[in-house]
Structure formats: structure tokens, C-alpha cells
């Protein structure tokens, strides 16, 4: 009863956004923070309502659709708009609705001074309209209006300060590399076609062990290029650059989108299509080493920008990489937690820092601020416990979260996933406490005119509520007993798969093609949940963040000239500065040689080749009928001479 | 006789315009501007009472016209023809209120813009080939005057360019009829040039199937226009007015697709398949090399004729994919193209009869002075762009997912179009929209005024119409697909596959229709 609420949710901010986009200039500012915050709030409150209903359904049924029409079809290839509810989806709405309402909320303060107050709600609005589509969508091609849509906010809202050129070729750029995804996504929803004649997500998932080869080509292909999609939107190596251009976008927009819900949709993606990625290890093992090492590439970065924005972009490029680590060695649950878990701390960490530039009147450069905590002590405070929470400290939500995935990346994974996944907690805890040592304390280097403030109580309480998330959400999930571990057996039933019979579909279909398939037994043993191991596992987790916090405070309280001297004249610390010049990479042999190519192709290939030539077969034409002309004379002597030489050409011939 | 008289009601307006007088401008406009709107209405109908759950021909009307060669004057829609019918007399509609401003001689160029109506209209309408023949080289002359004396400071240039390239092509299409009329009359005894009867009838070896198909492809592909017979629309779209910029993209380059739909693939089967790979090759090249070009245009204008040559590379690789997904697909991208290409040449008319330039660089910071202008440009790029949700998505998947089914390299190739697409427009709509207002002409630029909203609105209306729910418009074209694929099914020529279920169906359809046919066709002859 309670399920069929579900259109709901999407249409409120939808009607939202309709609403200020067209009236915002005249209705007033008031009356557009309202309309934007309280429409994403009814989406909440609706989403609550249904997850009652979900809840109070029994386990095995617990998967809802809801099909509102057929969208396009042709021939036999049909596209239903359709919502599906299940656990995972439930717990993304919750989720991105709870948090955008907090961060809707703290807009209002945020904004309140812009001149088009309206549009940017408007922009916001839509956006959550796209997020919930992608989320609930229950087909791949849904999936992706949303996919697409979010990125087109996204652009929109990269480029908000549209006067400004960094923030508009931001934009553009955000744009294209999501393209570059969305490409590889399309291809993969056309290849998932092409196998299974149709793309809707529960046909598909579960025709998924009987049509496609354990390992075989097509299911790698397949995940594959679906994994490069995912990499698009969620920031990932290669195509992660563009999210800390991103930070040219006003503040909650960052928290919003570049932090807690857009970018972990492809993390979103790549569980929900967990039986195809199971069918895949080569696939897998991919997504874990991408995840893992931009989880560490990242953080290097993040150790030494300046930009407190940007500090946190490559912090959610990093984090975002644990997802994927905890994705690639199947450990969805751990990757779901974490992203929940992160979506309250990081949303807390941008807003709080949204907070502190506009307590600085716009200063975002953590050399001009230091000793901020008297002056912004809600803002110190929350921000502070949310750091604690990313550095994986006890009992915060970050630690639960991490941990579990340290876990899994040692006992499913190997000791190099592992270890890839402790350098980078090791960079976390350094690179944040330097942010917090470096705002909040030592110091101040604020520009003597400005007067740093608290910000007024709409921005503050939506803090205190993250802050307070961040602080207990790790309950979710309290390791070492599976009984307490809420969102393990919530999300159970979505994860659950069969790989018993998908290996004997697989082998099956091998003897078929006559080929001889491999024993793979080994897969079905359940690995065993090793309680001493973990706790040694969470001790030493703890003690890494606690060495990269007691690291950041040598460097940036004890003795601030040290990071100077140390990286002085250091080729490595200036290469990790300039972010490892791929921007600068990407330019010379992509942008470059595309724009210069495209210029020859114009001026040389169409111009001058085909155009050419075109122009030259009318030109020779001319000529020779201006030659030709010659013969007609007018002449009578002329003539007749033709006509003898003529004659006797012919009588020649005819000899 | 309906569809007749809808046909040449823009004609008779021409007519009746030359008896107005020529300086009482406003009864000229409202005139013309009358006949345009009545004529869309009226085809409106058409549409309304379309049984979409037939291929055959509708609204039909056949009557002997030069009855010593078997040329009758036979007309008639169907699901491939039928939007591209509405779609003229929607853009000639919008057309006429996007010229309003026309200074220079307006009574002559709405005549000539209600001449080319017609023209257009009997293109698609036409089932004779003598008669397709006379419509196809008859919308050229008004259209050659369109952009001759309206059109810009190159004009002459362009105009004749325009015409000699199309004639060059249709002369070969000539050839290839008389051939055909001969071949027909040869095998049945019927001398006819009927396209129902012989498209029915037609049965050729592969090597002369091969020789008329590329005479037709000659023809239709300069109009289309493939890669790498292209180079006359960036001249064409530069110098013709904005109305004709609109017509050009939305109607004139959709009757080269036709033509592949009414003539290459129905009669030459065989030779249709063969040439896939060739055709798909272009495609591909054609998307790419036009995307490319795009990118660096200093134009607007010019900018958006390369991308038509991006976007009907396509259609065409949709048409050639063989399937409904991909034919499906590559007649809805028809429509959405006429629709953004079209919003986007008036989008970029209005600035320029603002500034009299076209050129990116004069522009910057537009959204600020021109803020509806802003948005309906935003809304129009992404649709032509292909973001979901608008119109452009749902044709552009439906043509790679059918080039999918025969071919995943060409799929990847073509879908990488969609990256440079993304390119192209948002790095133009940037350095003209956003960033700062640097030129100080652009200061005081109005926004769009109400008549300018009212050729722009309704296109965008119809961006989302089809984006979100094409269902009516993938409705109509299923039959008369589903029909043609019977035919050119893959299938049937692909060699170690002799007498699948297709090519089985095929040929009990044929013996029926030939009956249905004769016997028609002896009717007429009492």
C-alpha cells in the first residue's frame, strides 16, 4: 500500500523545479527556498513512508515495480518507465533525499545573496529529480535518462557563476568526460541487449548465469564497459579530473553532488549489476585495482593543494576508490556502508568548509586561515568530528566502514588490495587533520579586513544533524557479529547469487560450444569470517590513523616550518602538486591534436580536397568549353574545312 | 483527393499572393502565413485518421496522366511518408513567422516559399516515378531562388552550387527510371512507371541491381548529404536566409533518406545489402568528419550545417542496420533533426538579424543580456546533442542499438559521435552564452521578442513531446517498417542461410499483391 507511493518521490522536486524555473523571479527569494527545501523534504518524508512499507514486507518480497508506461519501443525491443524499490534502492533514496534536504536547507542561507537565487534552486531541484530516476529507474535506458540528467545539472551547476570562465570550461569539461563514460554505458546497455532481448534490471539479472560464460568474453565486455561508465561519473582513474575543476561550483553543490550523491551512482551502478559482475573475475579484479589505486593516487594529491575545496575533491576521488576497492572484491555491503557513511561525513566536511569561505567572505586558500576555531565554533566542531569520522577513528562511522573493507580487501582480496587500502587511510587521516590543523588552529592568517563569523543557524543545524549522522552511523554496520549488522541483512536479498548454478549454466554452455570447462569448485566455499583476524585488523587500522593524525600534527602544529623545508626544491612534492600533470597530459594529447586534426580536416581535406575538386571539375569544364567556343567561328571557310577534313577522317576509316 | 488538395494549397496561396499587390505588406504575410497554418491544420488530419496498423498505402488516389508512357499522377502516404508530410507544412508554417521581418521583395519569396511547400510535399506523396521525378526537380527552382536573392553577400555562388550539385545527381536518377520503366515493361508486359506495381514487380539480378543503385544513391546521397558529397550545405546553410536554413535541414535533407526508404531498399534488395558495409562505412566517417569540423567553425551557422552532416550520418547508418530498431530509429532521428536543426538555425538567425554576425568570437556573456534566449538555446543544443529525455536520445539509440545487432565495431565507431557532439555544442554555446560580456554591442541586445518565441516554443514543446513519449511517433512508421524488413531482411541474402523464414514470407506476400495489383491496375485501365 504504502509502495505505491513511489511515483512520489521524483515528482516533487520535478514539480519543484518547474515551479521556481518558471515564477523564482517573482515569486521571491522566500517563497523559493521553501518550494525548493520543502519539496525535496516531502520526497524524504514520502521515502520514509515507503520504506516503512518495505520494511513491513516479508524478506523474499521485497522487491517492488511500479511500470508508469512504455516509454519507446520498436519491434521487439520495449522501454518501460518504471520504478523498481528493493533494499538497495531504498537505501539510496533514503539517503540522497536525507541529505539533500539538509544540504536544500543550508542553500538557503548559503545562497541567499545571489541575484538568481531561483535558478539555482530550480537547477537543484531538477537535479534530485535526476538522481532519484537513476536510483529507482528500473531499466538500464531509465537508469541512464537519470545518469545523464545529473550530469547535465551537474554541468549546469559547475558553470552556476557563468561569467567566470574557469567555472564554464569546468563544466564543458565535466561534461565531456562523463560523455566519455556515458559512451562506454551505452555500448554496454546495447551489448546486454543484444544478449538478453531486453534491458529491463530483474530480467536481465536473472537470465543473467543461464545466457553468459563464467569469464567468458562477452560478460567482461560487458562489466568492462560498464565499469568505464561507472569510472566517469564516479571520478575514477582515468577520467577523474574533472572533479576537482568541479569545485568551481557554488559550495552545496559540491556537498551535494561532487560529494554524497552524483558521484557514487557509478558505484551505485556497477552493485546493482552485481550478477553480471559476479560472472566476471577478470572484470572484478579491475574494478578493485582501479578503485584501490585511485583511492592512494588521489590522497597524494590531496596531501598538498591548498584550495580547501579542493582538498576535499581529491579526498571524495579517494574515497570513491575505496567504494570501488570494497565493490571489485565483492563486498558490496561494505561498499554501500561506506558510501552512506561518507555521504554524511564528506556532505558535513563540504558544507562545513562552505561555512568557513563564507565566514572569510570567499577565501578558499587555507594559507589565508588558521585559527578559525573561536570565531566558527559549531562549524569547528562539527567539522572536526566529521574529520574524525573520514580518519577512521573508534567509534565513529568512518572507522566501522573503512574497516570493513580493509577486511574484506585482505580475506576476498590480497595483500596488495590490502595494502593499498591502509597507505591510503594512512594519506586520509594526514591530509585531513592537515586541513583542520591548518583552518582551525595554529595561527591566523586571515586577512586582517575580514572578519571571520559564524554562519547563521539555517546553515548550522543542517551541520549539526550531519555531523551527528557521521557520528553514530557506523551503528548500521557494527562488525565482528553478523546478527548486528543492520545493513548487511537489509541489503542481503539484493546481493544474493547463485553462483552454484551459474557455473553449471556456464559449464553447460561450454560443452555445448565444445569446449572443456575448467573446475572452479573453489568458488563456492565460503570464505570464513575470521573474528581474531579482524580485531587485529581494526587495531592496526586504528593505529594507522592515529600515526597519519600524530603525523599532521608534528607538521602543521609542532613545527609548521617543517612541511617548507621538507619539500622544498623536491621534483616528487612539485609533480604531486601540479597533480601529476594529467590535465596538462590530457591537453597536449588529446585536446590538442583533436583541434589541430579538426583544422586541417576544415581547411585542408574539405576545403581544398573535396571542395576542391568539386570546384576544379567546373573550372576544367569551363576551360574546355572556352575552348571549344573557338571552333565555332562563324567563319564559312572554317567550316568547310572541317567538314573536308572530316570527310576524308571518315574515309580513312572506312578504308 | 484530399491529400491533393492539401498538396497544392500552398501553391494556389502562391497563386493568389501574385494578384495582392506588392506593397500591401501585411495582407501579403497574413495571407501566406493563412495558406501555411490552414495547410499544416488540414495535415493534421491525415495524421488523426492514419491506420498506423497498415503498410499499405493511404489516402491513395491514382489517375492516368500520360497514359501513352503508363504515367499516372498516383499519390499517396504511409508510415515512412507520412510525418515527413506533417513535418513540411509544421516548418513551413513556422518558416513563414520566422520571415516576417523579410524586407526585400516579400511578396516574391512567400510565393516561392508556398511554391516550395508544394514542391516538398509532392515529393513525398509521389508512388510514380516519373511523377516523384518532376516533384523532386520542381522544389528546386523556388529553392534555388530562395537563396539566390534572399540569401547572403555569396549568394549566387551558393545557389548555384545548390542546384548544379542536385541536378548532376538526379540526371543519373533519370537514367536509372527509364531503365527501370524499360526493365518492367520487359518482364511483365505492363509499361508502367507505377512505384506501388513495380516495387512489387521488380525482379533483378544482382549486378544491374547493383548499377541502379548506385545511380539512385548517386542522387539521393549528394542530398542526404553523405560524406563526401557534403560540400554544398555548409555553403547553402551560410548564404541561404534563416527560413531557408530551416527548410534545407528540416525537409530538403530528409528527401534524400526517403529516397533510400521509397526506392534503393524496396527495389534493390540485394544490392541495398551488399552495399551495407559501404554505406555504413561513409555513415561512420560522415559523423565523425562532421563532428570534427564542427568543433573548429568560427561560424554559427556554418557550425551547425557541418553537424547535420554528423546527424544524418545516423539515419543512415539506421536505415542500413536492417532492423526495426535501426529503421525505426533512423526515421524518428528524421523528424528530430528537422525539429533541432531546425530550432537551432532559428535560434542563431535571431541573433544574427540582431547583430548581422554570425561569428563565435563576436559573442560572449549572451545569458546575461538575453536570459529566454539562453535557455531555449540550452534546451535545443542538449536535444541535438542526444541527452535522454529529449528527443535526439531515443533516435540515436534506436539506430546504434540496431547497428548493434549486425555489427558492434561500427555501433562503437558511430556511438563516439555522441562525445564529439558534446564537444562541439557546449564549447560554441559557452564562448557565446557564458563567460563575460566583453563586446560592448552585446549590451543592449533584446531578448527574444513574442513572435520569435512563437516559431522557437513549439519545437521545443516537440523536443520534449518525443523525448519523453515517442510512442505515437514510433507508432506510425511500425507497419510499413515491418513491411519493407520483409524484404531487405538481412537474411535473406546472407549466403549459407538459403530459404530461412523470411525470404518464405516474403514471396507469399509477393504472389498475393501482384494479384491485388493487376487487378487494380486493369481497373484503371476501363
Known amino acids: 500500500m504504502l509502495l505505491k507511493l513511489t511515483g512520489l518521490v521524483p515528482l516533487f522536486p520535478l514539480i519543484g523545479c518547474i515551479i521556481n524555473g518558471f515564477l523564482g523571479l517573482r515569486i521571491g527569494k522566500n517563497a523559493v527556498g521553501l518550494i525548493g527545501a520543502g519539496a525535496v523534504g516531502l520526497s524524504f518524508l514520502t521515502t520514509l513512508f515507503i520504506f516503512a512499507g518495505l520494511v513491513m514486507t516479508p524478506v523474499e518480497e521485497r522487491v517492488f515495480e511500479q511500470v508508469l508506461f512504455t516509454w519507446m519501443s520498436a519491434g521487439d525491443f520495449a522501454v518501460d518507465f518504471g520504478f523498481q524499490i528493493d ?148 571520478a575514477q582513474i582515468p577520467l577523474y579530473t574533472w572533479l576537482p575543476d568541479a569545485m568551481e561550483g557554488p559550495t552545496p553543490v559540491s556537498a551535494l553532488i561532487h560529494a554524497a550523491t552524483m558521484v557514487t551512482a557509478g558505484v551505485y551502478m556497477v552493485v546493482r549489476c552485481n550478477a553480471l559482475f559476479a560472472l566476471a573475475p577478470l572484470s572484478m579484479t579491475t574494478v578493485a585495482f582501479v578503485g584501490g589505486g585511485t583511492a592512494v593516487f588521489a590522497a597524494t594529491i590531496g596531501m598538498t593543494q591548498f584550495d580547501i575545496k579542493r582538498v576535499l575533491a581529491y579526498s571524495t576521488v579517494s574515497q570513491i576508490g575505496y567504494m570501488f576497492l570494497a565493490v571489485g572484491v565483492g563486498a558490496y555491503t561494505a561498499a554501500i556502508f561506506h558510501m552512506v557513511t561518507h555521504a554524511f561525513f564528506k556532505a558535513c566536511l563540504f558544507l562545513g568548509s562552505g561555512s568557513v569561505i563564507h565566514g572569510l567572505h570567499g577565501e578558499q586558500d587555507m594559507r589565508k586561515m588558521g585559527a578559525l576555531k573561536d570565531h566558527m565554533p559549531i562549524t569547528f566542531i562539527t567539522f572536526f568530528v566529521s574529520t574524525l569520522a573520514i580518519a577512521g577513528i573508534f567509534p565513529l562511522s568512518g572507522f566501522f566502514s573503512k574497516d570493513e573493507i580493509l577486511y574484506h580487501a585482505l580475506m576476498d582480496g590480497n595483500v ?67 546478527g548486528w549488522h543492520v545493513l548487511h541483512n537489509w541489503l542481503e536479498p539484493v546481493f544474493h547469487f547463485d553462483m552454484a548454478s551459474a557455473l553449471e549454466h556456464s559449464a553447460h554452455l561450454l560443452h555445448e560450444q565444445g569446449k572443456h570447462a575448467p573446475s572452479l569448485t573453489h568458488l563456492l566455499e565460503p570464505a570464513e569470517h575470521n573474528l581474531w583476524v579482524e580485531v587485529a585488523l581494526m587495531a592496526l587500522s586504528f593505529s594507522i590513523a592515529v600515526a597519519g593524525i600524530f603525523g599532521a600534527y608534528m607538521c602543521y602544529i609542532k613545527m609548521p616550518h617543517l612541511p617548507a623545508s621538507f619539500t622544498k626544491g623536491q621534483w616528487g612534492y612539485d609533480l604531486v602538486k601540479n597533480k601529476y600533470e594529467v590535465d596538462e597530459l590530457y591537453d597536449e594529447t588529446i585536446v590538442k591534436p583533436t583541434l589541430e586534426g579538426s583544422t586541417l580536416l576544415w581547411k585542408e581535406v574539405d576545403a581544398k580536397g573535396i571542395d576542391g575538386s568539386v570546384n576544379g571539375t567546373a573550372k576544367t569544364l569551363g576551360w574546355l568549353s572556352n575552348h571549344a567556343r573557338t571552333f565555332q567561328s562563324g567563319f564559312v571557310r572554317n567550316y568547310a574545312l572541317f567538314m573536308v577534313v572530316g570527310f576524308i577522317s571518315l574515309l580513312i576509316i572506312s578504308l | 483527393m484530399f491529400l491533393t488538395f492539401l498538396t497544392f494549397l500552398p501553391l494556389v496561396g502562391a497563386l493568389l499572393l501574385a494578384f495582392i499587390p506588392r506593397d500591401e505588406v501585411g495582407a501579403i504575410k497574413q495571407t501566406a502565413l493563412a495558406f501555411a497554418v490552414a495547410d499544416f491544420l488540414f495535415s493534421l488530419l491525415l495524421w488523426t485518421n492514419f491506420d498506423a496498423s497498415s503498410h499499405a498505402m493511404q489516402f ?320 535545443v543544443a542538449l536535444s541535438s546533442i542526444g541527452l535522454p529525455g529529449m528527443n535526439g536520445f531515443v533516435g540515436e539509440f534506436l539506430v546504434l542499438l540496431g547497428v548493434f545487432q549486425n555489427n558492434g565495431l561500427w555501433a562503437a565507431c558511430a556511438t563516439s ?110
Open chain 2, 60 to 379: 491513395e488516389y491514382s489517375v492516368p496522366w500520360i497514359t501513352s508512357w503508363g504515367i499516372s499522377y498516383h499519390i499517396g502516404l504511409d508510415g515512412i511518408s507520412l510525418l515527413l508530410y506533417v513535418m513540411t507544412t509544421f516548418l513551413t508554417m513556422i518558416s513563414i513567422i520566422a520571415s516576417w521581418d523579410i524586407q526585400k521583395n516579400i511578396r516574391e519569396y512567400m510565393m516561392a516559399f508556398l511554391a516550395l511547400s508544394t514542391g516538398m510535399l509532392g515529393v513525398f506523396i509521389s508512388l510514380d516515378m516519373f511523377l516523384f521525378y518532376f516533384f523532386w526537380e520542381f522544389q528546386l527552382v523556388p529553392m534555388y531562388l530562395i537563396i539566390g536573392v534572399w540569401g547572403g553577400p555569396q549568394r549566387v555562388y551558393a545557389a548555384v552550387k545548390f542546384f548544379l550539385y542536385t541536378a548532376v545527381g538526379s540526371l543519373l536518377m533519370l537514367v536509372a527510371i527509364i531503365w527501370i520503366y524499360m526493365a518492367i515493361k520487359e518482364q511483365t508486359g505492363i509499361a508502367t512507371t507505377d512505384l506501388v506495381f513495380i516495387t512489387e514487380n521488380l525482379d533483378l539480378p544482382l549486378t544491374p541491381q547493383k548499377w541502379l543503385f548506385m545511380a539512385f544513391f548517386l542522387a539521393f546521397a549528394i542530398k542526404v548529404p553523405m560524406f563526401p558529397f557534403h560540400t554544398w550545405l555548409p555553403d547553402a546553410h551560410v548564404q541561404a536566409p534563416t527560413a531557408g536554413s530551416v527548410i534545407l535541414a528540416g525537409v530538403l535533407l530528409k528527401m534524400g533518406t526517403y529516397g533510400f526508404f521509397r526506392f534503393n531498399l524496396p527495389l534493390f534488395p540485394h544490392a541495398s545489402y551488399e552495399f551495407m558495409p559501404m554505406i555504413a562505412w561513409l555513415s561512420i566517417i560522415g559523423i565523425i568528419y562532421g563532428a570534427l569540423v564542427s568543433l573548429v567553425q568560427e561560424d554559427m551557422k556554418k557550425l551547425v550545417a557541418y553537424s547535420s552532416v554528423s546527424h544524418l550520418g545516423f539515419v543512415m547508418i539506421g536505415i542500413f542496420a536492417f532492423n526495426h530498431y535501426g529503421m525505426q530509429g533512423a526515421l524518428l532521428q528524421n523528424i528530430n533533426h528537422g525539429i533541432s536543426t531546425g530550432a537551432l538555425f532559428l535560434l542563431v538567425g535571431i541573433i544574427y538579424d540582431r547583430r548581422h554576425t554570425r561569428q563565435i568570437s563576436e559573442f560572449g556573456g549572451l545569458a546575461k543580456v538575453m536570459p529566454k534566449y539562453a535557455i531555449c538555446f540550452m534546451i
Open chain 1, 87 to 234: 533494499p538497495l534502492s531504498m537505501t539510496m533514496m533514503l539517503f540522497v533525499t536525507g541529505v539533500g534536504f539538509l544540504i536544500h536547507v543550508y542553500s538557503i542561507g548559503y545562497m541567499h545573496e545571489e541575484y538568481s537565487f531561483y535558478r539555482f534552486f530550480a537547477y537543484l531541484n531538477l537535479f534530485m529529480f535526476s538522481m532519484l530516476l537513476l536510483i529507482m529507474g528500473n531499466n538500464f535506458l531509465l537508469m541512464f535518462i537519470g545518469w545523464e540528467g545529473v550530469g547535465c545539472c551537474s554541468y549546469f551547476l559547475i558553470g552556476y557563476y557563468f561569467e567566470k570562465k574557469s567555472a564554464c570550461d569546468a563544466g564543458t569539461k565535466a561534461f565531456v568526460m562523463n560523455r566519455v563514460g556515458d559512451f562506454a554505458f551505452l555500448l554496454a546497455v546495447m551489448y546486454i541487449f543484444n544478449i538478453f532481448g531486453s534491458i529491463d534490471f530483474t530480467t536481465v539479472f536473472h537470465a543473467a548465469p543461464e545466457k553468459l560464460i563464467y569469464d567468458g568474453e562477452t560478460v567482461t565486455i560487458i562489466t568492462l564497459l560498464l565499469f568505464v561508465g561507472a569510472c566517469g561519473k564516479s
Open chain 2, 417 to 526: 559521435g555522441v562525445i564529439f557532439a558534446a564537444c562541439y555544442i557546449l564549447w560554441m554555446f559557452q564562448r557565446v552564452m557564458f563567460q563575460k560580456l566583453d563586446n560592448p554591442e552585446n549590451e543592449k541586445l533584446p531578448d527574444m521578442n513574442c513572435r520569435e518565441m512563437i516559431t522557437v516554443v513549439p519545437l521545443i514543446v516537440l523536443i520534449f513531446w518525443i523525448g519523453l513519449y515517442p510512442k505515437p511517433f514510433l507508432k506510425t512508421f511500425e507497419a510499413s517498417v515491418e513491411h519493407l524488413l520483409v524484404k531487405v531482411h538481412p537474411d535473406n541474402f546472407r549466403p549459407g542461410k538459403p530459404g530461412s523464414g523470411h525470404t518464405e514470407h516474403a514471396k507469399l506476400l509477393k504472389v498475393e499483391d501482384i494479384a491485388r495489383m493487376n487487378q487494380k491496375l486493369s481497373g484503371a485501365k476501363h
Open chain 1, 416 to 482: 596488495i588490495l590490502w595494502g593499498m587500502g591502509i597507505t591510503g587511510a594512512l594519506l586520509t587521516a594526514f591530509y585531513m587533520f592537515r586541513l583542520v590543523f591548518m583552518t582551525f588552529f595554529g595561527e591566523s592568517r586571515v586577512d586582517p579586513h575580514v572578519h571571520p563569523h559564524e554562519s547563521p543557524k539555517v546553515m548550522t543545524v543542517p551541520l549539526v544533524i550531519l555531523a551527528g549522522l557521521a557520528f553514530f552511523g557506523g551503528a548500521l554496520g557494527i562488525p565482528l557479529f553478523h
